[in-house]
């Protein structure tokens, strides 16, 4: 089984000031990983596929970096209703595994 | 407009089941393998189970394994979770999501709204 595990826990960001979370595999996924956002009480949505694809009606202040183990999902400039939960996922492999998640919030 | 709807859920006693349904609607629902996440209070997301679109083909996470089921009525658009043995650690909601492919893994691109499954004497 793959080991997805996110950096930091809670990353603390003023309204408009850049956030970046981190997503680390246990071994290369190459680029099959997706970055989902749930806030609370909600479903999670999916925000970003293949690493870097921005899924439909996903906002151009979200973006998806990297390959094989490291990976980033960057907010340049979150506003209010991006203040949420962040996981990664692989899709490469059974069974697929997530992240234990980044709390975006606000300073 | 693609919609999953679950329900289901319930209280149940440690031991006993549940079946869990999720209706799709707003897409082809054979042209799609479907999942059950869950999120139990306090943790992260957990996959749990996927059924690929003909339903010939199914999959299953370690600790729901010999306990779960997962089914699929394509002529009626519906996926379902047959839960045997609860365990208070299978407290959660449970999500079913689509996803983008018939077969193999897969990232998750419409989930439901959820359903509260607890097991608790």
């Known amino acids: 089984e793959i080991v997805m595990t996110q950096s930091p826990a809670t990353l603390s960001v003023s309204p408009g000031e850049r956030a970046t979370l981190s997503c680390r595999a246990s071994?290369?996924?190459?680029?099959?990983l997706a970055w989902y956002q749930q806030k609370p009480g909600q479903a999670p949505r999916l925000v970003i596929y293949d690493a870097s694809t921005r899924a439909t009606g996903v906002p151009l202040t979200f973006s998806g970096s990297g390959s094989g183990t490291e990976f980033t999902l960057t907010i340049s400039s979150p506003q209010s209703e991006d203040f949420a939960v962040y996981y990664c996922q692989q899709y490469l492999s059974w069974p697929p595994t997530f992240g234990q998640g980044t709390k975006v919030e606000m300073k | 407009e693609v919609q999953l709807l679950e329900s289901g859920g319930g209280l149940v006693q440690p031991g006993g089941s549940l079946r869990l349904s999720c209706a799709a609607s707003g897409f082809t629902f054979s042209n799609h393998a479907m999942t059950w996440v869950r999120h139990a209070p306090g943790k992260g997301l957990e996959w749990v189970s996927a059924i690929v679109g003909s339903g010939g083909r199914t999959y299953y996470a370690d600790p729901v394994k010999g306990r779960f089921t997962i089914s699929r009525d394509n002529s009626k658009n519906t996926l379902y979770l047959q839960m045997n043995s609860l365990r208070a650690e299978d407290t959660a909601v449970y999500y079913c999501?689509?996803?983008?492919?018939?077969?193999?893994?897969?990232?998750?691109?419409?989930w439901g709204q959820g359903t509260l499954v607890t097991v608790s004497s």
């Open positions: 071994q290369s996924i190459s680029n099959i």
């Open positions: 999501a689509k996803c983008l492919k018939p077969d193999g893994t897969c990232y998750f691109d419409c």
